[in-house]
Each structure stands twice: as C-alpha cells, then as structure tokens.
C-alpha cells in the first residue's frame, strides 16, 4: 500500500463548479501538506502548503487537514477551464534540510465550458 | 517561470547508454532534489543535496548517481540504461535552512524526458 493515497480520476467538471480533490495518507509523522498543480509537460507548481491541522484559504482555494482522520483536501471554488491541470498532493515529516516529499500520483482536474 | 533551469529538455538514447541531466537551482537556494514521475508511480523522489552534501535519500538505483558542485548545480547520472528507465526527471530546490517550511518548500524545473529506446 502507498504511504500516500489519491483518486487518479479524470474528474470532470462544469465551469463555475465546486471541485474537491483529496488524499489519504498513512504516516502519522507527516506534517507539512502541500498541493501541486501540473500542466501537462510542465513541472509541478505549489498552490498551497499547510501546517498541521486545519484551514488555508488563498483566492478560490481552501486546502484542509484533519491530521487524526489522515486526510487532506482541496477545495477549488468557482473553477475555470484553466484550472484544468493534474493536482498533486504532497507531505513531509519535516520542513528542514532532508524533507523529501512524498507524492499522491495526481487527481487529473478538466473544467469544461 | 520557477527559476530552476533543467536541461536538456528531451533525451532519446538506447538501451545500456548512459546520460546526465543538468539542473540549475534558484538563486540563493542551497538545496536541490531529485524526483522521477512515471505514469503508473508517479512523483518518486530519489535524492537530495545540500550545500554539496548529500542530505537524503530515496529509491534511487545503484546505476544512478547525483551531485552538488561548488556553484550549487547538480547533475543526476543515470547508467546502463533500461526500458524502465524512461520517465520524466525533474530537479526541485530550496533555500534549505532552518526548520521553517517557507524556507524550504520546493520549486520544480520544466523536467527532462528521458526515453530509452
């Protein structure tokens, strides 16, 4: 079993939809949560990185983490076709010098008109 | 555009060859990863440097080797090449200081796409 767990879709969803996009993970000492948004042959990009437990919001996004149910969201609101991309999850279990991050293999997003 | 220079873009090279992907990280970072994206692993990541050290390290293969020069950028070494080994290859860095994560959150290159005929 992977140490880090995400529907690989495609989803599909009409512009101006609520998106949610989320992981599951197995490794309690993760704690630091990130969200990467990739176009297709371009590298991933952060959107957003927590700590912990809790609420972020940035513009149309929220990301969530419930540390004790080992699950992490995203919420994209309002989406447009250009947020059709592959999302990333990923966590560390520390922000230092040797914090390798461990990869959900990407929910693939498509907003249509 | 997140400042990390990887190159070459593609690479097509047969099988038992051997090949070296170049990246430069940002300015002012000191750290620099390396991740293998494959479609049916995903992001995997293989090594990490810091400052010249080697500072971590994943499933990476015996045939594949890394390392940080003085300038800080970082060559990743893959040898006797295989079928599997076709994948994208993309370098992350960091500041890497510290225990605070927006000092160490990580900026990806464009990625190599290594195929191996």
């Known amino acids: 079993q992977k140490e880090v767990e995400q529907d690989p879709g495609p989803l599909s969803v009409p512009e101006g939809a609520i998106v949610s996009l989320n992981c599951t993970y197995s490794n309690s000492a993760f704690q630091y949560f990130m969200w990467y948004r990739q176009y297709s042959r371009k590298g991933p990009e952060l959107l957003m990185y927590?700590?912990?437990?809790g609420n972020k919001e940035d513009g149309r996004f929220t990301a969530q983490v419930d540390k004790s149910s080992k699950y992490i969201s995203l919420f994209i609101r309002d989406s447009q076709p250009s947020d059709s991309a592959t999302y990333l999850c990923?966590?560390?279990?520390?922000?230092?010098?040797?914090?390798?991050?461990?990869f959900g293999t990407g929910t693939r997003l498509q907003v249509t008109l | 555009d997140s400042g990390v220079t990887q190159t070459p873009k593609h690479l097509i090279t047969a099988t038992g060859q051997r090949v070296t992907l170049r990246c430069s990280p940002r300015?002012?970072?000191?750290?620099v990863y390396w991740y293998q994206q494959s479609l049916d692993q995903g992001l995997q990541f293989l090594i990490q440097?810091?400052?010249?050290?080697?500072?971590a390290k994943g499933n990476i293969l015996e045939r594949f080797s890394a390392q940080q020069f003085p300038d800080l950028h970082s060559e990743l070494n893959l040898s006797s090449l295989e079928l599997g080994d076709s994948a994208l290859y993309f370098c992350a860095s960091s500041v890497g200081r510290g225990g605070d994560l927006a000092k160490n959150i990580q900026y990806f290159g464009a990625g190599t796409r290594l195929s191996v005929l």
């Open positions: 927590t700590y912990s437990s």
């Open positions: 990923a966590m560390a279990d520390r922000a230092g010098t040797a914090s390798k991050l461990t």
């Open positions: 300015s002012g970072d000191l750290s």
């Open positions: 440097y810091y400052n010249g050290e080697e500072r």
